[in-house]
C-alpha cells in the first residue's frame, strides 16, 4: 500500500482540494498523512483553540490518524531555510511514495509559497551531509491539487473518482464552521455549491459523478492499464 502525503497551508486546505481523495485513499487502506503548515489563524470568526476542534472533528469524518502541523506562520508563509528544514524532516520521518501539494497559480500568497516550499523541501529531504532529523529521502511522485481561490480553468493531468467519498469531503469541509459558517455574511453555501460544480464537471469528464483534478510537472508512467477507469 501506497504511503500519502498531503500538503497544506491551512487547516481546511487540503479538504477543500482533496478531501474526497483522502478519504478515498484510507478507505482503500493506504497510509495517509496530513501536514498543515500554519494553524490558519487570525482570521475574523477563528480562534487558534477553534481551529483545532474544527480540524479534530474533520480528522474524525475522513478517518485521518495522523496529522501534523508545522506551526509556521499565517498570512506571512514564508520559503525560509528554517520552514525548508521543518517541512523536508516530515518527509524523511514519514517517507511518503507520493505527496499531493497546492498547485502554484493561486491568489492566496500562501497558497502559492506552499507550493513552492513543497518542492524545495522535497528537493533537500534528500541531502547527506546535514543535521537533519531522520535519514535522506526524495518523495518519488508529487501532484498538485486546486483550491478554490483562483477560479482556473485547467486541464489535470489525473482525475481522481471520489464518487463513493465526496459526502465526507463536503462533511469534513463544513467542519471549519468557524471560517465558512460564521459571520454576517457567512460563505459557506456558496463555497459548497462552488465544491459540488467543480467536482461535478470533473468527474463527466471520466464518466463518474464526482472527480477531483489533479496536475503533474512530469510525465506518468504506468505498468499497467487495469487501475485505468472504463
Known amino acids: 500500500m501506497a504511503n ?26 493506504h497510509n495517509v498523512v ?32 495522523t496529522r501534523v502541523n508545522l506551526g509556521l506562520e ?58 537533519m532529523a531522520g535519514q535522506p529521502f526524495y518523495p518519488p511522485k508529487i501532484f498538485f491539487y486546486l483550491t ?4 482556473l480553468i485547467v486541464k489535470p493531468a489525473i482525475i481522481f473518482d471520489i464518487s463513493e467519498t465526496f459526502g465526507k469531503k463536503i462533511e469534513a469541509v463544513k467542519a471549519f464552521r468557524s471560517q465558512f459558517f460564521e459571520g454576517p455574511a457567512p460563505k459557506g453555501d456558496d463555497l459548497i455549491e462552488r465544491l459540488t460544480v467543480r467536482a461535478s464537471f470533473m468527474g463527466s469528464q471520466i464518466g463518474v459523478k464526482y472527480g477531483e483534478p489533479f496536475l503533474n510537472l512530469e510525465e506518468i508512467g504506468i505498468r499497467s492499464f487495469d487501475s485505468l477507469l472504463p
Open 148 to 151: 478554490m481561490n483562483l477560479k
Open 74 to 131: 499565517n498570512r506571512w508563509l514564508a520559503d525560509t531555510k528554517e520552514a525548508r528544514v521543518k517541512l523536508a524532516e516530515v518527509y524523511r520521518e514519514h517517507r511518503p511514495d507520493v505527496i499531493l501539494v497546492p498547485y502554484e497559480e493561486d491568489a492566496h500568497p500562501d497558497h502559492v509559497v506552499a507550493s513552492r516550499l513543497a518542492r524545495a523541501s522535497r528537493f533537500i529531504a534528500k541531502l547527506t551531509k546535514t543535521d
Open 4 to 29: 500519502i502525503l498531503a500538503i497544506g497551508a491551512h487547516p481546511d486546505d487540503i479538504e477543500i482540494g482533496v478531501g474526497g481523495t483522502i478519504a478515498a485513499m484510507i478507505d482503500q487502506g
Open 34 to 65: 496530513l501536514c498543515d503548515l500554519t494553524n490558519g489563524e487570525p482570521t475574523p470568526y477563528g480562534t487558534p483553540e477553534k481551529r483545532v476542534a474544527e480540524t479534530e472533528k474533520s480528522n474524525a469524518v475522513l478517518n485521518v490518524k
